[in-house]
């Protein structure tokens, strides 16, 4: 749960994005500490929130084994997809800040905004939206898990609709959805494995 924090923290910290690259050049320049934190932050958060997928994905393997591996597997691409995202987002503000605007902007459309960043990394970041729906499908089969897998896809839907619209709000929200889904897999487990043996 304490990956899920961080993850929250940091999206709280974050300033709102942009698609457009000199909106995102002056955001960084106005906001560098928390550009810089936020993103530390979701880096630290990665390997801490699979560890809670994996503990997540024991729960749904009870009930739908192929389900469970594949969510999870779409997932471990998608987080990092984002961990790999956030570490260019690191990269941008060192440009940003220690070079010309000119030179800066230039460097940001022709290195990062190229068909093989979007390939290596935008792609599997997508992976995040099925690999919740696979987690979650088999919860919504167990009356006391319903919620939690509803809050699993809602998790999803919104860390690639934000990444997409760069929405600020949306990427809390689904920060929100995942504190709460860690909080019941963290309280339900132990329950749910004593109901299941």
């Known amino acids: 749960m304490f990956g899920a924090i961080l993850f929250l923290v940091a999206q709280l910290l974050l300033?709102?994005?942009?698609?457009?690259?000199?909106n995102r050049m002056n955001i960084i320049r106005t906001n560098q500490l928390f550009w810089n934190l936020g993103h530390v932050l979701i880096i630290l958060s990665m390997p801490l929130l699979m560890y809670?997928?994996?503990?997540?994905?024991?729960?749904?393997?009870?009930?739908?084994?192929?389900?469970?591996?594949?969510?999870?597997?779409?997932?471990?691409?998608?987080?990092?997809?984002?961990?790999?995202?956030?570490?260019?987002?690191?990269?941008?503000?060192?440009?940003?800040?220690s070079t010309e605007e000119h030179v800066a902007r230039q460097i940001i459309a022709n290195g990062f905004n190229t068909s093989i960043i979007q390939a290596t990394l935008l792609i599997p970041y997508l992976l995040i939206l099925p690999g919740s729906i696979l987690l979650a499908f088999p919860?919504?089969?167990i009356n006391n898990y319903r919620l939690l897998a509803t809050s699993l896809t809602l998790f999803g839907l919104l860390m690639v609709s934000g990444g997409i619209l760069q929405i600020k709000a949306l990427f809390i929200l689904a920060g929100l959805a995942l504190v709460f889904v860690f909080w019941k897999t963290t309280s339900g487990l132990t329950h749910f494995n004593n109901s299941n043996n």
Not at 16 to 22: A, H, I, K, R, T
């Open 15 to 22: 300033p709102q994005g942009s698609v457009d690259e000199m």
């Open 52 to 97: 809670g997928f994996v503990r997540l994905k024991e729960m749904a393997h009870l009930i739908s084994p192929n389900k469970a591996f594949i969510g999870l597997l779409f997932m471990f691409f998608g987080l990092s997809a984002e961990a790999s995202l956030a570490a260019l987002q690191l990269a941008t503000e060192g440009i940003v800040s």
């Open 139 to 141: 919860l919504f089969r």
